[in-house]
């Protein structure tokens, strides 16, 4: 099986920056697109960034300019960085990973979640 753990999600205050991790772990042949989605109370589930194995990156018109995602394919590992937040960049953020196992399927798994909260 395949496991996805996130971590880095908290309290900030807007103008502040936090680093979201997502670690893939257990059985699996390779791994393709990483992303970022998040989804605030009330409203769908949004792609904020992605990653492809290639290295290149999009991001949701949001989140231009302050936001990064990037990946650490020795770790299995793909990040977020979020700088100047908003409070508006409140949520539950979900990795979301596209893994190769040995059947030759493609599978599109998904974090746990992690809560990131912008607030005085």
């Known amino acids: 099986q395949v496991q996805l753990v996130e971590s880095g999600g908290g309290l900030v205050q807007p103008g502040g920056s936090l680093r979201l991790s997502c670690a893939v772990s257990g059985s699996f042949v390779s791994i393709g697109a990483m992303g970022w989605y998040r989804q605030a109370p009330g409203k769908q589930r949004d792609m904020v960034a992605h990653i492809m194995s290639t290295g290149h990156t999009d991001y949701a018109n949001s989140v231009k300019g302050r936001f990064t995602i990037s990946r650490d394919n020795a770790k299995n590992t793909v990040f977020l960085q979020m700088n100047s937040l908003e409070p508006e960049d409140t949520a539950v953020y979900y990795c979301?990973?596209?893994?190769?196992?040995?059947?030759?399927?493609?599978?599109?798994?998904w974090g746990q979640g992690t809560q990131v909260t912008i607030s005085s």
């Open positions: 979301n990973v596209f893994v190769s196992d040995y059947s030759g399927s493609v599978k599109g798994l």
